[in-house]
């Protein structure tokens, strides 16, 4: 690596060096508590998977040059010099990390691993070693937010072919819209992602419910926080919250997606509406007697994966719970609790990079597999398309013999008119 | 397959999470030698509008969209 190149990536890692993130940094006294802590590690039993580990990655070269030991005395103060295998193990370190958080959560200090993965992330950008293709779907993401008009018709006639769907699980009246768009005044925008079905049974309940809302032109989904880009993220994250305010919405409903959620929530700032997981949502229906739901829809048990971007990160716990007591006298919950809940190992990107990175993500999450197995479940549901696209892989991969369904199908399915 | 364009490789994207349609058309591109066409199959209503923007960010071109009752048919041509 050149001096020039080293430069520019120190440049990067000192921008990232908050007071949090120094003291994530600088405090870690290698207890060891994180050590079962990480599902890769549990299922793998690998020593680089341990969070402690991961941290120590980013800590070495952060002591190399931004501690004085480290600058003085290197071998002392074990401290890592930039290098091109610095960042292959910046690489291997930041993308088998998912970014769940479970390890914050056993850490006597709290320190954050996706944060101080956030560093990895961002040199890999700046030295252009990446997964070119989370890149490439953030740019198109932040193109879309750029041309809109150019993309708008399209998507117009996508969703109106989509109308025909949503009434078929709930009947509207005459002149009314099954999906409405671009509605000025809605109380509710809701941000969907680009399949039919994180549309259509969300427009039957919203229906339902009697709801005044509308459907965004963007896709929920942040593929710039996924790569760990700022920037992008901001980007992403601006196309929704300015299309919002256009509207005039009083509350922004982010789909079954949990880092759309998390990003919305956390990072969007002090906005003109509020911002709510579409678990929410149904929840409140539900509590204010909007919608009603037939108990014997499902008749096999049901267990329910707390995606960790909505539940342990988000704080949507107590909601998906109120909606199975409605839906199912047989709930099984997971063992050990939401907080605790393992990852299903796709976070982060990883399910994002295809089939890639499917045999790591298979062994990765053998504790997911054999958590959801001991609940007896044969319906597995969750509230984010990441994790049900990992439990679908890890349901055939170890031959779980349980449906994975999405929670607001259920809900739609459900429905009573 | 579409009567005036060529197709050298039939990419079937029906019904598949996000962003699966945007990362294996990104990979199936790659298949194909530029100047050649694949036709990717997709049930997404949002692609009508991901598709166009990811053709512009990858520096492809789509050469016709056909849109059937269910199914939406894009012809795409590697440029780069």
């Known amino acids: ?417 | 397959m579409s009567e005036d364009i060529k197709v050298d490789k039939v990419m079937d994207l029906k019904g598949m999470p996000c962003p699966m349609p945007i990362v294996k058309v990104s990979k199936g591109i790659k298949d194909v030698e530029v100047g050649q066409v694949i036709e990717a199959i997709t049930t997404d209503p949002g692609a009508l509008a991901d598709f166009p923007a990811w053709a512009k960010t990858s520096g492809n071109e789509i050469l016709k969209t056909d849109q059937q009752e269910d199914l939406i048919k894009f012809y795409i041509e590697r440029k780069a």
Request: charged fraction near 25%; proline fraction near 3%; aromatic fraction near 8%.
């Open chain 1, 1 to 417: 690596m050149d001096q020039k190149t080293r430069d520019e990536l120190l440049k990067l890692f000192q921008g990232k060096l908050n007071e949090a993130m120094k003291f994530y940094l600088e405090t870690c006294t290698r207890c060891g508590v994180c050590t079962e802590a990480c599902h890769v590690y549990a299922s793998m039993g690998q020593i680089k998977y341990i969070a402690a580990y991961r941290h120590e990655i980013v800590r070495r070269i952060y002591k190399k040059y931004f501690k004085g030991r480290g600058k003085i005395w290197p071998s002392v103060g074990e401290a890592r010099e930039l290098s091109e295998m610095a960042l292959e193990e910046l690489y291997e370190a930041a993308y088998s990390c998912t970014g769940c958080r479970r390890c914050m959560v056993y850490c006597p200090f709290g320190i954050d691993t996706q944060m101080i993965m956030s560093i990895a992330k961002l040199l890999l950008i700046g030295a252009h070693t990446e997964p070119e293709i989370l890149t490439l779907l953030a740019d198109t993401s932040v193109e879309k937010g750029k041309s809109l008009e150019l993309f708008k018709e399209g998507f117009l006639t996508g969703i109106k072919n989509l109308e025909k769907e949503v009434v078929k699980k709930w009947k509207i009246e005459a002149g009314e819209t099954a999906i409405p768009v671009d509605v000025d005044g809605a109380d509710l925008l809701y941000v969907a992602l680009a399949g039919a079905h994180s549309i259509v049974p969300a427009a039957a309940i919203f229906n339902a419910a009697g709801e005044n809302w509308t459907l965004s032109f963007f896709e929920a989904v942040n593929f710039g926080a996924f790569v760990g880009d700022p920037t992008k993220t901001k980007l992403i994250l601006d196309r929704i919250v300015k299309e919002a305010k256009r509207l005039k919405v009083k509350e922004v409903c982010i789909c079954e997606c949990g880092t759309a959620f998390r990003v919305m929530k956390q990072l969007s700032g002090k906005q003109p509406f509020e911002v709510s997981s579409i678990t929410e949502v149904h929840s409140r229906y539900l509590r204010e007697g909007r919608i009603k739901v037939d108990k014997s829809k499902f008749k096999e048990p049901i267990t329910y994966h707390d995606p960790c971007q909505i539940a342990r990160n988000g704080g949507v716990i107590d909601e998906p719970r109120y909606i199975l007591n409605r839906l199912s006298d047989d709930f099984r919950e997971m063992s050990p609790e939401p907080k605790y809940n393992w990852c299903c190992g796709g976070g982060g990107g990883l399910v994002a990079l295809g089939e890639d990175n499917l045999d790591f993500r298979m062994k990765s999450a053998k504790v997911k597999a054999d958590q959801v197995q001991e609940t007896g479940a044969k319906i597995l549901t969750t509230a984010c398309e990441n994790c049900h696209t990992q439990l679908s892989d890890l349901n055939s991969h170890y031959e779980m013999g349980v449906e994975v369904k999405f929670l607001s199908s259920m809900v739609a399915d459900a429905l009573m008119q």
